[in-house]
């Protein structure tokens, strides 16, 4: 097994942290990612990952349905849990994003950190719930080519390419909440 994304930058790798653990910890492979620029994004793909607001809110509206999130592995210490989701529409459970994300529960009330160790709602709906103010900052935009994980989560032919994009979301004081790595379904 290679290291995960060797011809990226070494800060562009560091923003694929939270995916590449679980990769690491599956010991499986992992598909190229290649970093582009936002103009580049297709037309749809730009739309829904080129703001500056959550992704649960975004696909909620896009998909005109609540979110809900299915966790498919996680770690968690006393005050840090890293998940490897997918997110699905209340309505028809249709996969509407994969995602690996590290959460810091410290910067959260600690009831809101009980319901992430839940595992049952997605954090932008808890950031929305809690009323926490936060910044959401993307750092990169990229496209992949998915590998057999991901086409099985998110039902999609293994020939597509994937888009996506690596976010930090920070409180008012620029303490980071999440490092999160975001990606949408083929259409």
Do not use: W
């Not at 800060?11 to 990612?33: G, T, V």
């Not at 829904?48 to 998909?63: R, Y």
């Not at 005109?64 to 840090?80: A, G």
């Amino acid at each position: 097994m290679h290291v995960m994304h060797e011809k990226l930058s070494d800060e562009f790798r560091s923003f694929l942290l939270p995916l590449e653990f679980f990769y690491s910890k599956k010991k499986i492979n992992h598909p190229d990612i290649v970093p582009i620029k936002p103009d580049r994004l297709p037309e749809l793909e730009k739309n829904l990952l080129a703001h500056d607001v959550d992704m649960t809110s975004t696909l909620s509206k896009f998909h005109n349905s609540d979110l809900y999130v299915e966790v498919l592995d996680r770690e968690i210490n006393e005050d840090y849990v890293l998940r490897m989701v997918v997110l699905k529409t209340s309505n028809e459970h249709v996969p509407v994003e994969f995602g690996a994300i590290g959460i810091d529960l410290d910067k959260l009330p600690s009831e809101m950190a009980i319901e992430i160790n839940d595992g049952c709602k997605p954090l932008g709906k808890l950031l929305g719930e809690y009323k926490i103010d936060y910044i959401s900052d993307p750092l990169g935009y990229f496209k992949l080519k998915q590998d057999n994980l991901m086409s099985e989560i998110l039902k999609c032919p293994l020939s597509e390419y994937l888009y996506g994009r690596c976010n930090k979301i920070t409180d008012n004081n620029g303490y980071t909440i999440a490092d999160i790595v975001e990606v949408l379904p083929c259409r």
